[in-house]
């Protein structure tokens, strides 16, 4: 876990969140939070109306995405779609940040990021705002050191706290072999699409590394792709390059993830990973990507599913080893199933959402336009 200056000379209790199991031990306390991504804010929330008083200190503060958007659809199913994949990464970045702040304004509440958004933590939680706003978590700058019973922070306040919890400051570490095997010299992860160690793989493919990934996104569902891929790997069903390749490879996607992002604290830059962009990647590897121009001309209501709204998995049930009938009817009742819960009783129907938008109706257009030219070329190719 990160460590806090002054931490040693600290009289109460500092704890990581991964020991966190809830808000009796700290029932009438002063509780000091530390971190700005997902354990800190659901750790935060989950002990105010238990805890005397929770502070929040963020060292490079945050954005904060609540579950839901527009139309009551979870957040990551309207924008983990394979439209919003095709854009340019900044283009994606500039317009996400602008529409985040309208929402919830993090420099307002003292959560300015310092990072752009690529870079910087994203806490997806729906009540850290408002326990915020009246007054159940109140959010500090920095820590600067720790006393005995006391945290001094950067803009020079001070404050009495019980117990500091770290939310963040992660590093793996595998004591049970030798790690030479998974680690560069300057500590970085040797992981071949997040999975293989090259240095073993490449004689003895059968250690693979599952959900070792920060994921934008569903993190399970890419877990659930790389275990796939493993197995196919170690059946024999599918090969690996060599190790050579296999290295140079890590070394390309994390120079290129370090220009893009150009964050100086963070390391193992290989674990970092766009949650369409991966699962494509997998699904390449393991033989199930399905094809959207095949869809577009054969199956264009299934087409509209896949391309417009969330990337769900079975979409890589469609096709290729381990294919599933039902993954079309699956996936076209996503938007279904993801508000079931939320429905009151007796009601079974949802709104259906249109393509009304001049950039959905704009990107249709040139989905359509190509596959057109694609056709006409095959045929001149053919007739010639």
């Known amino acids: 876990r ?44 989950d002990m105010c109306g238990h805890a005397k008083q929770v502070f929040f200190s963020s060292r490079r503060g945050a954005y904060i995405i609540s579950r839901y958007s ?25 317009i996400a ?31 850290f705002h408002p326990c915020v ?15 005995e019973n006391s945290v001094v922070f950067d803009d020079g306040s001070e404050i009495k706290v019980d117990d500091i919890i770290i939310c963040g400051g992660y590093v793996p570490t595998f004591p049970f072999f030798n790690e ?21 793989a490449a004689k003895h493919p059968s250690l693979a590394f599952i959900g070792l990934s920060t994921v934008k996104g569903p993190t399970t569902a890419v877990s ?5 891929w493993a197995l196919a790997v170690m059946t024999g069903r599918r090969g690996l390059p060599s190790c050579e390749a296999m290295i140079k490879n890590v070394e390309e996607v994390s120079d290129q993830l370090r220009c893009l992002l150009q964050d100086p604290h963070r390391k193992n830059y290989i674990t970092l990973a ?39 998995p079975a979409q890589y049930r469609l096709v290729g080893p381990n294919s599933w009938p039902a993954a079309r009817e699956v996936i076209l009742a996503a938007p279904e199933t993801v508000l079931a819960g ?12 249109t393509l009304t938008s001049p950039l959905k109706i704009g990107c249709v257009v040139t989905v359509l336009a190509a596959a057109i030219f694609y056709l006409a070329h095959i045929f001149s190719r053919v007739a010639g």
Request: proline share 7%; hydrophobic share 40%.
């Open 2 to 45: 990160v460590l806090v200056v002054g931490e040693e000379k600290f009289q109460g209790r500092i704890v990581n969140a991964m020991r966190y199991k809830g808000p009796k031990p700290f029932e009438g306390r002063r509780v000091l939070v530390v971190g700005a991504a997902n354990s800190a804010g659901d750790t935060a929330v």
């Open 133 to 147: 706003g009246c007054g159940l978590i109140r959010v500090k700058p920095d820590i600067t050191e720790v006393k």
């Open 70 to 94: 527009k139309g009551g659809l979870p957040f990551d199913y309207t924008t983990m779609t394979r439209l919003l994949n095709l854009l340019p990464p900044r283009f994606v970045e500039k």
């Open 97 to 127: 940040s602008r529409q985040l702040c309208r929402q919830i304004n993090p420099e307002l509440i003292g959560l300015k990021p310092r990072l752009r958004l690529l870079a910087a933590s994203i806490m997806v939680n729906t009540a």
């Open 274 to 312: 766009n949650y369409v962009e991966s699962m494509d990647e997998y699904a390449d590897l393991i033989g199930c990507r399905p094809s959207m121009l095949k869809l577009l001309l054969t199956d264009f209501q299934l087409f509209k599913t896949c391309f417009f709204t969330g990337c769900v």
């Open 224 to 228: 659930e792709a790389q275990a796939r």
């Open 342 to 353: 939320l429905r009151p009783a007796g009601k079974s129907s949802v709104p259906k959402r």
């Open 180 to 200: 030479q095997f998974v680690f560069r010299e300057d500590g970085e992860l040797m992981l071949y699409k997040r999975v293989f160690p090259p240095k073993i």
